[in-house]
C-alpha cells in the first residue's frame, strides 16, 4: 500500500493555499523542518515569522495577527503546540474566537525516539476541552491536504494533529472533505469501529481479519473530533452488536470518550476503547513497536470485539 | 508643543474617568480594580483623546490606532475612556460585571465595542500587540499599537519572550508602556520578584526605553512623539504612576488592587477628586 508523509502534506498544502490567499501567514517555533513549515517559509519568507523557542508568545503573537484578518498557523509539536500554550490557547484566542490555526505536528507516539515528554498522549482531550475549537485527526496525506484548505476555509480557532510518519494512503483524493463529517471507510453490519489517525488502517485490518471469520465490521473515520456529527455516531452504531473506539492517544479524553458522549443515551451495543490506558509514552527504536507495546494494533482491536460478541 | 488647554482638557478626561470608575464602574459597597485602573488613568486619557486615530462610530475600522491593556484587570479605566469617546452609552457603565452586560470583569472584544482583545491572563497582551504590529506593517498600515503593561506583569515570563520577540522582527510600530505603580495585588513588588532596574533590562532586550511621570500628560504626550520617531526597533514608556492615583485612601495602598469601597470612602474619593479639579482651575 502507497503511503505518503502527512506533515510534508501539510507543508505543501499550506504553501499551495498561501499562493491566491495572502493572508495566511504561519509561525514557527524552531521545528520549522520537522513540522514542514519550512517549505512555507521559502515560499513566502515575508509571511513566515520563526518565533524560536518560546511557544506562548508564538500563540498570543499570532492571535494579534488574526486581529489584523490575517489567517496564522501556528506550528510545533503536538505536545508543545496544545500544552505548552494552553493558557494562550484558550484565553485570547479562544474565548474571543480568533481565527488561529494550531498544527500539533510528531502527534501521538509517532515521534518515537524522543520519548514520553515530546509524545502527545492527551492533546485531543486538551483541545477538545475548549469550547469552540474544532479538532482534526487525518488519517493521511490526501486528507490532510483536503484539512488544511477546510481549516482555510473555515473560520475559527482549530487544532490539526499531525502524524510525524508515513502513513498508507486510505482516501481518495477526488471526493471533497467537510469538517465534522464522519468517513465510512468499510461498510459492515455487526460491528462499528470509530478510529481515527494510524488506528483507521488497523481497524481495517481487523475488520479484514474478522470477515473471515463472518463478523462483519463498520470502519468510521472520525476525522473530526469536534464538532462531532451526534446524529451520525447514533445513526453508524444502531443496531450493532458492539461498539469499539480506537485512536493513538489515552482512554481519557479523545475520541473513545467523545463517542461515549455521542451514544450516552442509546440502549445499544456495549462500547469498548483501544487506546493509551491513562500512562505516558516511552522511547523505542521504531514506531511500530511502540504502537504494539501500548496495545494499539489491529489484534487489540479483533480482541476487544470478540470481548464484546461474547 | 501642545497648547495648555489640550493637555487641560486631558487632564479632565482623566479626572472624570475616575469619578466614573468611583460612581458607576465600581459603586458603594462592590468590589473592583481601582489602583491599577486610576495609576493608568492619565495614560489611557492621553491616547484615546488625543494620541490615538480611531473612531468610535466605527470601532472597527482598518484604519485606526489599537489600544490594548496587558494588564486586562485595569479594564475598569479603559471602560471609563471609551464610554467618554462615545463607543456605547455611559448607562453601560454600571451594569458592569453583572449576568448579560456588555461590560465584563476583563476586557472582552466579542461582548464591547472598542475592546481589541481579551486580555486578563497576565503576560501575553504585548505577544498580541506585536502580532497586531506584525499584521498592519504587512497592510503597510501607518498605524500604531499601543499596550499597556503592568510592571508587577513583568514578572510573567512571556512578557519578556515578547520583548525578544519585537527587538528581533524590528517592530517599530508598537509603543508599550509599563505602568509602573510600583504595587502587585499583594503588596509591594520590590518584595517579591524585584526587576529594578526596569529601564536596563528592557534596553538589554533591544528595546528604546523611555522613562516619565506617568500622571503628567505632557510628559507622555512628548514621550508618544518621541517613540513615532524611533525607526527599527520597538518603544517602551517606562510611567511612573501612583496605584490609587488621586484618591487619597487608595494612593500607594496594595488594599485598593481590587478593594471594596464602602460609602464613605466613594465620597472621600469623589471629594478628592474635586478637589484636584478645583486645584487646577
Known amino acids: 500500500m502507497a503511503t505518503k508523509s502527512l506533515r510534508t502534506a501539510y507543508g505543501e498544502a499550506l504553501v499551495a493555499l498561501g499562493k491566491d490567499n495572502k493572508n495566511i501567514v504561519a509561525l514557527e517555533a524552531d521545528l520549522g523542518k520537522s513540522t514542514m513549515s519550512n517549505l512555507f517559509q521559502v515560499a513566502y519568507p515575508e509571511r513566515y515569522f520563526e518565533m524560536s523557542i518560546a ?173 462531532l456529527d451526534r446524529q451520525a455516531v447514533i445513526a453508524c452504531a444502531k443496531g450493532m452488536k458492539a461498539v469499539v473506539t480506537a485512536e493513538e492517544h489515552s482512554v481519557i479524553g479523545g475520541l473513545g470518550s467523545a463517542i461515549a458522549e455521542a451514544l450516552r443515551l442509546e440502549k445499544g451495543a456495549p462500547i469498548e476503547f483501544v487506546g493509551i490506558e491513562d500512562v505516558f509514552g516511552t522511547s523505542a527504536l521504531n514506531y511500530d513497536e511502540l504502537l504494539v507495546h501500548y496495545g494499539l494494533t489491529a489484534q487489540a482491536i479483533t480482541t476487544k470485539i470478540k470481548g464484546l460478541l461474547k | 508643543m501642545v497648547a495648555a488647554e489640550v493637555i487641560r482638557s486631558i487632564e479632565e478626561k482623566a479626572l472624570r474617568m475616575r469619578e466614573l470608575i468611583v ?37 472597527k475600522n482598518p484604519d485606526r490606532d489599537r489600544f490594548l491593556l496587558s494588564k486586562g484587570h485595569a479594564a475598569l479605566v479603559q471602560y471609563a475612556a471609551l464610554a467618554l469617546a462615545g463607543y456605547f452609552p455611559q448607562s453601560e457603565l454600571k451594569k458592569v460585571k453583572s449576568l448579560g452586560a456588555m461590560l465584563q470583569g476583563h476586557p472582552d472584544m466579542t461582548k464591547t465595542p472598542g475592546i481589541e482583545a481579551n486580555t486578563g491572563s497576565l503576560g501575553q497582551g504585548l505577544s498580541i500587540a506585536n502580532g497586531m504590529a506584525l499584521g498592519l506593517r504587512i497592510d503597510k498600515s501607518a498605524r500604531r499599537v499601543y499596550v499597556i503593561v503592568g510592571d508587577g506583569e513583568q514578572a510573567e515570563g512571556q512578557i519578556w519572550e515578547a520583548a525578544m520577540a519585537a527587538a528581533n522582527f524590528k517592530i517599530d510600530n508598537i509603543t508599550a508602556i509599563v505602568d509602573c505603580n510600583r504595587l502587585q495585588a499583594t503588596g509591594a513588588i520590590k518584595d517579591r520578584f524585584d526587576l529594578n532596574p526596569i529601564r536596563p533590562k528592557w534596553e538589554a532586550f533591544g528595546w528604546n526605553a523611555i522613562e516619565v511621570d506617568g500622571h503628567d500628560v505632557g510628559a507622555l504626550i512628548g514621550a508618544f512623539e518621541v517613540t513615532e520617531q524611533v525607526k527599527g526597533k520597538p518603544s517602551v514608556i517606562l510611567a511612573n504612576t501612583v496605584k490609587g492615583k488621586c484618591i487619597s485612601f487608595a494612593e500607594n495602598n496594595a488594599a485598593f488592587h481590587n478593594g471594596m469601597l464602602t460609602a464613605e470612602q466613594c465620597k472621600t474619593a469623589l471629594c478628592d477628586l474635586e478637589t484636584i479639579r478645583k486645584g487646577r482651575a
Open chain 1, 55 to 227: 511557544e506562548a508568545n508564538m500563540a498570543s503573537t499570532a492571535a494579534g495577527l488574526a486581529l489584523t484578518g490575517k489567517i496564522p498557523f501556528i506550528n510545533s509539536f503536538a505536545v508543545f503546540s496544545t500544552g505548552r500554550c494552553y493558557d494562550q490557547l484558550r484565553q485570547t484566542i479562544s474565548i474571543a474566537g480568533l481565527n488561529v490555526k494550531i498544527c500539533g505536528s510528531s502527534a501521538g507516539l509517532s515521534d518515537y525516539g524522543d520519548g514520553s515528554t515530546h509524545q502527545s498522549v492527551e492533546d485531543m482531550s486538551l483541545m477538545r476541552g475548549i469550547p469552540g475549537m474544532t479538532v482534526l485527526v487525518p488519517v493521511d496525506a490526501v486528507e490532510t491536504t483536503k484539512m488544511v484548505a477546510a481549516m482555510v476555509n473555515n473560520p475559527g480557532p482549530m487544532y490539526i494533529r499531525i502524524n510525524r510518519n508515513d502513513l498508507p494512503i486510505l482516501t481518495p483524493t477526488d471526493t471533497p472533505f467537510e469538517i465534522g463529517k464522519l468517513y465510512t471507510m468499510k461498510e459492515g453490519k455487526d460491528v462499528v469501529v470509530f478510529a481515527n489517525g494510524v488506528m483507521v488502517s488497523r481497524a481495517l485490518a481487523a475488520a479484514e481479519e474478522l470477515a473471515a471469520e463472518g463478523v462483519f465490521v463498520k470502519v468510521v473515520n472520525v476525522s473530526t473530533i469536534k464538532p
Open chain 2, 23 to 59: 460612581t458607576d464602574l465600581i459603586g458603594e459597597g462592590k468590589v473592583g480594580h481601582l489602583g491599577g485602573s486610576c495609576s493608568s488613568a492619565d495614560i489611557v486619557a492621553t491616547l484615546y483623546f488625543h494620541k490615538m486615530k480611531h473612531d468610535p462610530k466605527n470601532p
